[in-house]
């Protein structure tokens, strides 16, 4: 019974894969921080072009 728990406690395969997906967490998090910045300067940009448009 000892000898399963040793080995339970050494199984890194698990480990490995919650390091993947919190890495994966962080990238989507950087992600959608640079697209919701990208959306705000061309709102700004298309904003801006529209008022210099003759109506």
Do not use: S
């Not at 080995?7 to 989507?28: M, N, P, Q, S």
């Amino acid at each position: 019974m000892f000898n399963h728990i040793r080995l339970f406690i050494k199984d890194e395969r698990g480990v490995t894969a919650i390091e993947y997906g919190l890495i994966a967490g962080i990238i989507a998090v950087a992600i959608v921080a640079a697209v919701t910045a990208l959306g705000a300067n061309l709102t700004a940009t298309f904003a801006y072009i529209g008022g210099m448009l003759p109506h």
